[in-house]
């Protein structure tokens, strides 16, 4: 018997056991998905050729980290949370570091919770502003140390994480908002991945808003390089720009923020269709002038009322009226104009706490 015969053999002890573990399982809620990944591995593990020592520690790690992150967010998965970016470097007495902690500080007025990288500067004033209670720090494992700021360091809400990536995933996937302050290359770098991903559906739709003192130009500086070397050279679309708000007002940024929140609560796909849900229901007269407004990002029928699909049985939010239509996938900008628009209409006023999931 040759090796590749033993580990052909081995494999299928695998698939044994994995079909044995899932039939002694029989009752889990997420069983199809659960048994994805195992088979993964499974393959994975029969691929010796292809993966080596480093690869099998990068995915365990990876799995652990976001093993942490899920078990962390889990007791918090029904509020809203706002994740904060800006520099490490803001001095305590820069205008900049008051208008995170007063930022902060209405978001949570507004029942948002704060997510940081738990680091100083911005940082540490956002997690000031919300107080450890309201508070989330996403920290990252490094050869040297790392220290959490005093506002979150301690907490049960303080995650660390080994790679850049895993962290990023999460504050992105449990946040609900994203506010962006003046910072360096890492801020710069967090702002163009936010809006790439919102851009192509990958996150989101939430809102990002831009944060400056009052009458300083960081982000507006910012914003005429984007229309001038992209904009007017094709490279975005003019759509675009309704992607992100950019301010010097602490009282405009919670505003664009719980405003995105009105009427619209959440959407997803079920198959190719887009289901928005929403906090209250809109009229035939509103829907139809949605659909006139916005029938270009359509690729077939029309927007339409609907309570919860048969793939949505067992949500929290089945009870929610919705809107379904075949969104192009491709026209983001217009699909935040068409949410902007809905929250125009409505009521606004159809949940006791409209800022929970």
Not at 248 to 274: G, K, P
């Amino acid at each position: 018997m040759n090796l590749r015969q033993v580990n052909s053999q081995e494999l299928s002890y695998l698939y044994d056991g994995v079909d044995k573990l899932m039939q002694g399982l029989p009752h889990l809620r997420y069983t199809k998905w659960i048994q994805r990944a195992l088979a993964i591995l499974v393959r994975l593990s029969g691929e010796e050729d292809a993966l080596e020592r480093l690869d099998w520690k990068i995915l365990s790690a990876s799995l652990q980290d976001m093993e942490k992150g899920f078990y962390a967010f889990h007791p918090y998965r029904h509020i809203r949370k706002v994740t904060v970016f800006g520099s490490a470097r803001t001095e305590v007495d820069r205008p900049e570091y008051q208008l995170a902690l007063d930022f902060a500080r209405c978001m949570t007025a507004q029942k948002f919770m704060v997510m940081t990288g738990a680091g100083g500067g911005i940082m540490q004033a956002a997690n000031a502003g919300a107080g450890a209670e309201n508070s989330f720090g996403l920290n990252i494992q490094l050869p040297f140390e790392q220290r959490a700021n005093p506002y979150i360091a301690g907490d049960e809400k303080l995650i660390y994480f080994k790679y850049f990536f895993t962290r990023k995933l999460f504050l992105l996937k449990e946040s609900d908002a994203i506010a962006l302050f003046p910072g360096g290359f890492g801020t710069q770098d967090e702002a163009f991945e936010c809006l790439t991903l919102t851009q192509t559906g990958k996150f989101g739709p939430a809102p990002i808003v831009m944060l400056d003192k009052p009458g300083g130009d960081y982000w507006q500086e910012w914003n005429a390089y984007i229309e001038k070397q992209l904009l007017r050279r094709g490279l975005i679309s003019p759509d675009d720009t309704s992607l992100y708000t950019i301010t010097d007002s602490v009282e405009v940024a919670c505003q664009t923020i719980t405003n995105f929140y009105r009427v619209y609560h959440s959407s997803r796909y079920v198959n190719d269709l887009l289901v928005i849900r929403l906090k209250s229901d809109l009229s035939e007269g509103e829907v139809d002038r949605l659909n006139q407004k916005f029938g270009d990002i359509l690729t077939q029928g029309k927007i339409e009322k609907s309570q919860a699909l048969p793939q949505e049985a067992g949500d929290d939010t089945q009870n929610l009226p919705r809107l379904t239509l075949h969104f192009n996938q491709r026209d983001l900008g217009r699909l935040y104009q068409l949410i902007d628009t809905i929250n125009q209409m409505g009521t606004g006023t159809a949940l006791e706490h409209p800022e929970q999931k």
